[in-house]
């Protein structure tokens, strides 16, 4: 049970925060206030500074650090460069190490066949491409994947696509190429054999991109949530990922890294919202004190501290039992921390911001937009609920219980 | 105690119940999605099917209810058609009942001279034009009015405004008239009698709105929130609402009532999310079951129904204070539905959210929004933690205990 | 809605009010130290106080007050003399309203036989016996009717008792003389027609007192919990309460008042302990201050005002509800207090205990004694979990959900 | 941050397990019960069975283990040993390891005199005496030293006590021989150096035990919680441990192990209140399912596995900091896990007393004991409130705030 680092961890660990302090610091509040500027449309063009920080960044070699292969790093090494990122709206980006990208990069990357690879990889690794991932769909309930009406059926020895997807997030971004689109292949299958995951480029015929969606009133942009319509969207054989049949098996092997990243940069922005609240207490008077000093403000303040450090010890552990011994030595603890870490920051956050008064909930501070963030993974990846439900099955089958 | 309406206003009930369904529940969701389709700049224009309903209600005498001079209600009259108001977005505007403009009202009603009360009153009550409240600032706790530090001087026989204003809700709306701003007259005097109240017109010379505030990312168009700034704005003498020095008085005296509509309308909310709640559970299925039947989704719609009706007594109770002993005979109780009503109807809300998937996060629903109107009243009028100062100093202070 | 007690309801408050201060007040104290003082068999004697008292509120025709045929007030009339008699702990028995006599005697009046009246109710109108309720069994989960194992057969023109029951409240008292039994009497038939009701003489052959219950460690002396058995009791058929098959219908009716009144009493229980709190803030000091000054206590004090009005005016709704519609009318209220008033109960006088810091954990406050009364009652009459479940049932039907 | 235990650690970890299962899970019921059976007094005399199980652990060297300098075991590799042991209540003391004797034992191996060591130490490490920890004082708040009133004054050259004392754990003890008594002596001294810790042989003459304090109405027989009172107790200069005036520097030395002690004892009752919710759910059935199936309580399951892994975590860090840095470099950790177990353990083992429904609040299970003990600890060593404090004072010391 050992959460240190490696060396190797470490002294990238040192460089990404040098690079963050030095590089994005600095251009972050005038990118994000461009942003907020711009008329809505223009907020889908990529800030020209964007892409030049990605290159100081693969210069630097601070670059999909996310990969093991690619960077020699465990799960417990990059855990802390995560809440790093995390602690910034763009840095992930930055360093291309952000969500949905890294996760279908890994499925390439274990999965794909050498064309794909090539296709579609390679780009994504040198940061020229996007991606998405179009699993979730409007009408059913997505946490139950034995619902899912979204086809790719073998049709005359080619692969043809129907269905509507949303929540398809980063399929606004004007670099984005490539959608993998899970769909059922074979319904009378074995359970977990039914699902394939597909490459689509994002121009094929048949493919819509009908709406982005709002998330509490915020678009996100320019990376987005999209809801993609797939009509007889037809592709060669070669365009299954893992050929057919293994959706079930690479959305699982899929999770387990992806939501230590996703939490580990939550607890990131849990730590700025605390430093944020701890800064405004100090600083703001009222009634002729500190807010700090002001109610339950310090109790407030410690209960954040302690809820931080419980989260982030939870997520760390989930990442060394991933290291040692995989993502099905880990089920219930990627699940603890899915309904742990996101809950938590959302809390944090809200306490930040309430010390904050009306600031608080414009976008003068990064908070509102935070809060939306942690919001929003309550639900993205499954409900709390449903990894409640997870977590107490796991429990219960030591006691005998089934299902 | 009794909590029951009169014949009176249980019949206007009756009556507003059935303008809503006939009228405005058909044509809400197609103005909403109008308005969300717009381009952003033309959200700030009235749609015109707001005039025609607002036309409608004042023909079918709905109109200016929360007045009880004109409408011969008192507040737990009128707190069940604040609560029926507020299960829709715009209802509280067709009736001529929304904030801030009922507050103004009751301001210029009850302090205002005849000729403020023809030059504004009139044409408010009449529908005609809209008004703001600037009273909150950037740069101080605005809960502690001690740190205020706009101005209203006497200089020279005429007024002499400065200073800069924000959240003042409602002066983005296109017919936007005049402001009600609160500033320091006199700051050696009497700690009650610093302040006062002057009604700006708002293009007056020196009035500038800086910019209109986002709130969790939304901008609440058309009313919206504004940042305003004034420099030596002019005015003569008689534009003190209620003369030099009333400001506190005037303040205390708006919020009782303000009070009691938010928190009804807050509690009108609510119980439209329990309903969506309720019928997404019932309606949509996983697993094989209704979402209802998962987990601890039946035990959270209970202590959603629990939690309401709690909420609505105690806001009734409040009402019937005010009814019976007036402002200074419920000043703890108003400050306790502050804390207790927005919490509450924040998290049946998020609740309602949860339940419906990412669906909830978007704008397909009214939740999303719904969710951020709860939010932001745990700030507006005052942080809940002040109000629980308030709360408990009263307490405590049966038992001989100080401010 | 009209919360108001009558005239006759509001004289009857002074009264009690005043008798509590004149009579129980200084006899409380002194009484409950020589019962802790007392070697533990000697706790179940009666304190011959105890009926000094009792025969005062005789006199003073504060007796049986609960009962509106014998004292003609309604559960509106009754609940703010509930809330009085619950801040303290003799009070209720003084009065001849303490449960569970007040249930049974409830029930005997309304079902008794005219030969069960004179044998049973009479004495206990008197106060000169006490009774037990013996429903919940140990092997089965109560709160499922259908579980229970208790017969109550009729063979050869008797009826035969067998089963165990525990959770017998009262059945430790020197006083106690019945016992009204609940066990199945027709498994065949309709499911609410299955179970009866028994009055047993507390030395009917085949009663047997296993043991007396602890609760949270204690004991309750002198009434206390029994297990007990009943082993082929036999008894003649008139000891039938509403004939055969009646038991269900009974134990609806016996409810609603019933939880009102515990509801009430932890309403003032839980006032005595704000009040605690609030005395012990002002009076002790630590860093200088006294305690209301530190950290978060004046927001815990506000929280607490808040949750007892709100609670309260839940109860009180409940009750007008069952004046005005009946049990059937208040199905829903009656489940919603059951969950809603305990908890706020316990959290409360937790609070209370953490002010008063290791003092709160010893009996040298009634707060630790407080506390377990509180949470018992999360328990008994139904888990809050099953009362959530009656809620949401309730909620749901409204959408059209069945069961 | 390596929280593995070492090869020592994990060996030492599987004896006191496997002795755990092997000798104190057969006996700890029968003596409980026992315990329980015996008339009030008689529960204060040792039962033999613990002498026979104290003699065995010692003779398989399983003894004193949380000394270091005896048994080579860091904080890390004792965690879970002290886990193991908070499994049962009795364990702790059968391997010699139960509070407070381990804290003075500490104390006097750190501090103590050789004399001392010999008249004291041996005997309590070879388990034939008991001892007490005499700090907090009824009249005073004890979070805050400088209000301490009990005075080990030098006179004549020795000392003499006075004071009152309370919540002195241990005291009723058959065996308790020695008092650690905390009293000032130089009142004008520098703050840190006022308080002495002076040895006091229980019978001195002066000392008088005053009562048992019953904590939520047990009295923790057979050692118990007293009340002592100290007037003019007279002795030798030699009985101060650390010389006068280092009463409050060892009071801070004493805390960091024994916090973490603590809190692992408290995160296996969790643990075990978790199996027991688990199996009750599991085993019993209500309306046609086993209970888990009911309402929310995966959820609850879920949670609490959730609440106790990030619990157990913190702890763990808070043990390697102690290790690593030493007390000062854990100041916050050793306060936040204050905050953070007990309530952890108090709702879990309240969750569990849920699901046992009545039988949860007996003492048929462990469950109602083990909620006194969690409870107690949220006041013990300083109340919740003080230690958020502290957490607060320190991360708001980063940004500049002082005290």
Redesign the interface.
């Known amino acids: 049970?050992?959460?240190?680092p490696s060396a190797r961890g470490r002294e990238y660990a040192e460089r990404v925060k040098d690079f963050m302090d030095a590089e994005i610091a600095p251009a972050e509040e005038p990118l994000l206030r461009r942003r907020l500027a711009a008329?809505?449309e223009a907020r889908w063009q990529l800030d020209p500074v964007m892409a030049e920080l990605k290159d100081k960044a693969r210069d630097a070699g601070l670059w999909n650090l996310f990969l093991p292969d690619v960077s020699g790093l465990s799960n417990v090494d990059y855990a802390p460069l995560a809440e790093l990122m995390g602690r910034s709206v763009i840095a992930a980006e930055v360093f291309n190490c952000n969500a949905p990208d890294t996760g279908n990069m890994e499925v390439l990357h274990q999965f794909g066949s050498p064309e794909q690879k090539e296709q579609w990889l390679k780009p994504l690794l040198e940061g020229r491409i996007r991606s998405a991932f179009c699993m979730?769909e409007?009408e059913?309930?997505?946490?139950?994947a034995t619902?899912m009406r979204a086809t790719a059926a073998v049709v005359d020895g080619g692969i043809v696509l129907n269905g509507r997807k949303?929540?398809s997030t980063g399929v606004g971004h004007p670099d984005c190429r490539v959608l993998l689109f899970m769909g059922v292949t074979d319904p009378a299958g074995q359970k977990y054999r039914r699902h394939s995951i597909v490459a689509v480029p994002v121009d094929a015929p048949g493919v819509r991109i009908e709406r982005m969606?709002?998330?509490?009133?915020?678009y996100d942009e320019p990376s987005g949530h999209g809801e993609v319509s797939f009509t007889d969207v037809r592709l060669p054989l070669e365009a299954f990922v893992g050929g057919p049949g293994a959706g079930f098996e690479i959305g699982q092997k899929r999770l387990g890294p992806g939501r230590v990243h996703h939490c580990m940069r939550l607890i990131g922005l849990a730590e700025a919202a605390?430093?944020a609240a701890?800064?405004r207490?100090?600083e703001?008077?009222?009634?002729g004190k500190?807010?700090?000093n002001?109610?339950?403000?310090?109790?407030?303040?410690?209960?954040a501290?302690?809820a931080i450090?419980?989260?982030r010890?939870?997520v760390?552990?989930t990442a060394w039992l991933l290291d040692t011994q995989g993502v099905f030595g880990a089920l219930?603890?990627i699940s603890?921390i899915k309904?742990?870490v996101p809950s938590m920051a959302q809390n944090v956050i809200d306490m930040a911001?309430?010390l904050h008064?009306?600031?608080?909930?414009?976008?003068d501070t990064f908070l509102?937009?935070a809060?939306?963030i942690a919001?929003?993974l309550?639900?993205?990846d499954g409900?709390?609920?449903v990894?409640?439900?997870?977590?107490?099955?796991l429990?219960?089958g030591?006691?005998?219980?089934a299902r």
């Open positions: 049970m050992d959460f240190a008329a809505p979730t409007p059913v309930a997505s946490s139950d619902t949303w929540f969606l709002p998330v509490m009133g915020r605390l430093e701890c800064r207490g100090v703001r008077s009222a009634f500190p807010l700090v002001l109610g339950g403000n310090r109790e407030r303040i410690a209960e501290r302690i450090n419980q989260a010890l939870l760390l552990y219930s603890e603890q309904v742990a911001i309430q008064g009306g600031a608080g909930l414009t976008d509102a937009g809060w939306t919001r929003a309550r639900l993205a409900p709390d609920e990894h409640r439900g997870v977590v107490a099955r429990e219960l030591r006691y005998g219980m």
